[in-house]
């Protein structure tokens, strides 16, 4: 097997991500948001707060807090007294969630939560940080950002260990068909900005590592038809393919062997529905 070759992914390029990504979109492509707000309430109801006055939870790459507003409303309706710190490197991001917040408790709500904010790396913050002078978290949460973690596993592990007795870490991840094709192109590439994995390859070095760690899966499917992606003049399948291999200019940059066994394996992948060849499926893992 050859030697990966480091490439820039399409999350260095965020006007091509965000173009590729409005391409699936309007091809059928959905976050299944009810879903997604059960399965986020369903795991931050797990949290026990040992009978410490105050709960702490740790806000991972969270961008403009989209899915916290979902956490918060949970925690804030059900403690007295929450800790919530944002780590979030983008700054106009981290602005976002701080526009939220202010939004919020101007409406009344949130009153109960103090916020620290953290404009660094996941890998900045834990280099500082001291269990023992900081306190430990109730829940952490890492949704679909693993990926880009200098050491992923490691980072993954460290968190678990700053967990309270009873605490939760909730994480976001591909898997399935999506997973497949990770697995393919990190056989080719690598990113140190964008890691090609996911849920069975963060899973199996948790139970390798972690013996003890209760480990619940929740399943979300997302299918969409990808046809366009087979037809090389298709400049919206090309930017499908985009996002799916997250390699820029997928058929321009990718030799031709490899590009066609990364298009055999999400062929190879397709349900199929009629005259559709139908892509995609999530999990969820906590």
Same mark, same amino acid.
């Given at each position: ?20 990504? +409005? ?26 707060? +040992?009978? +410490?006055?105050?709960?702490? &939870? ?53 009153? +109960? ?11 900045? /913050? ?9 306190? %430990? ?17 490691? $980072?993954? &592990?460290?968190? /678990? ?54 480990? &619940? ?8 038809? $990808? ?12 930017? $499908? ?20 066994? $990364?298009?055999?394996? &999400? ?12 892509? %995609? ?6």
């Amino acid at each position: 097997m050859a030697v990966p070759v480091e490439i820039k992914s399409l999350v260095h390029y965020p006007c091509a991500y965000f173009k590729s990504l +409005n391409a699936i979109i309007r091809n059928g492509y959905k976050n299944d948001d009810d879903k997604r707000t059960r399965d986020i309430i369903e795991t931050f109801e797990l949290i026990d707060s +040992n009978d +410490n006055p105050e709960v702490r &939870i740790l806000a991972i790459g969270p961008g403009p807090g989209m899915s916290d507003k979902v956490i918060l409303d949970v925690v804030s309706a059900r403690f007295k007294a929450i800790v919530y710190v944002v780590i979030e490197p983008i700054k106009t991001e981290l602005q976002k969630f701080k526009d939220l917040v202010t939004l919020k408790t101007e409406q009344d709500q949130w009153k +109960n939560v103090h916020f620290e904010y953290h404009c660094t790396t996941i890998e900045e /913050y834990l280099d500082v940080y001291d269990s023992d002078v900081h306190g %430990g978290f109730h829940a952490i949460h890492a949704l679909h950002c693993v990926y880009h973690f200098r050491y992923p596993h490691g $980072i993954l &592990i460290q968190l /678990y260990e700053i967990l309270l007795k009873h605490g939760v870490l909730f994480v976001m991840l591909t898997t399935g068909q999506w997973e497949k094709i990770y697995d393919k192109v990190g056989e080719y590439y690598f990113d140190p900005k964008m890691h090609f994995f996911g849920l069975s390859t963060v899973r199996k070095k948790f139970e390798e590592r972690i013996k003890d760690a209760k480990i &619940i899966t929740k399943y979300r499917a997302n299918m969409f038809p $990808i046809n366009k992606c087979f037809e090389e003049d298709s400049a919206e399948g090309n930017d $499908i393919l985009d996002f799916l291999t997250q390699i820029p200019d997928f058929r321009k940059t990718t030799p031709e062997e490899i590009a066609r066994e $990364i298009l055999s394996i &999400i062929k190879d992948n397709c349900q199929r529905s009629g005259s559709d060849l139908m892509f %995609g499926d999530r999990k969820s893992v906590v």
